[in-house]
């Protein structure tokens, strides 16, 4: 498979960027787009998901277990793509190290799929002014801006105010206590915002931020991601 062969080679020529070629396979890409047909059909879509938090189901149940037993503040979770495979190795590089080309095939990927409802404002996850100026960029950011100028909707801002330790070893419910009040909204928001990052993992950080969105004046929150990671994946 294409795919398998890309992640075997990494992605060096992803980050050289080569413009009308697919960026997994190196043939030539579908007219516009950096990939090519039988590259994009290889991905891992999510094509099977809970309704609101996003990970994968079975038996085309509307909700899992977790959402049910105990629902989080957002109410949906659009997530088109899970994270593994080609998809996890996009966001390492786009995430880590700035990659333009990734950037853009990510930002491209999500318009493939896109929610039914954007809402009425798009609000990227914040990070900490701490890890802000370690890293120097904030990947959801950028995806909101880009996602914002293209369908002509309104950014809106929140803070982080919890510099909480990394989330990688933490299982749910620690993640949820390593996130509680790490978010404050300082202006009123619209009726219904979409919460944008790249990826959800256990929707903890999702949770949290729009808990602090509905406190600020939302009356429904969502999620828009690139991707999820399916329960116990890395």
């Known amino acids: 498979m294409y795919l398998k062969r890309w992640l075997q080679w990494g992605s060096r020529w992803l980050k050289r960027g080569t413009p009308g070629y697919c960026a997994f396979c190196l043939a030539p890409a579908a007219e516009g787009r950096g990939w090519c047909h039988r590259c994009i059909a290889e991905l891992p879509w999510n094509l099977q998901s809970c309704k609101q938090c996003g990970d994968p189901v079975t038996n085309a149940q509307a909700l899992c277990g977790h959402c049910l037993v105990e629902p989080p503040a957002f109410s949906t ?29 990510l930002f491209e990927l999500m318009l493939l799929t896109p929610p039914v409802s954007k809402g009425d404002a ?29 369908f002509a909707m309104p950014l809106v801002s929140a803070k982080r105010v919890k510099n909480s330790p990394s989330q990688r070893t933490l299982n749910r419910s620690e993640r949820a206590a390593n996130l509680a009040g790490a978010f404050v909204v ?9 919460i944008v990052d790249d990826v ?9 931020l729009a808990s602090a969105a509905l406190k600020a004046g939302a009356e429904r929150v969502d999620i828009w991601a690139v991707a999820r990671t399916p329960l116990g994946k890395d």
Not at 200 to 208: K, L
């Open 77 to 105: 979770t659009h997530a088109g793509l899970l994270y593994q495979d080609a998809i996890k190795a996009l966001v390492h590089d786009f995430k880590f190290h700035a990659s333009p080309r990734a950037g853009m095939l």
């Open 200 to 208: 959800v993992t256990t929707g903890s950080t999702g949770h949290a």
């Open 122 to 150: 798009l609000l990227p996850v914040p990070m900490h002014p701490v890890n802000a100026r370690t890293r120097g960029f904030n990947q959801s950011h950028w995806l909101a801006q880009q996602l914002a100028r293209n």
């Open 186 to 194: 300082e202006t009123k928001l619209p009726r219904h915002v979409v």
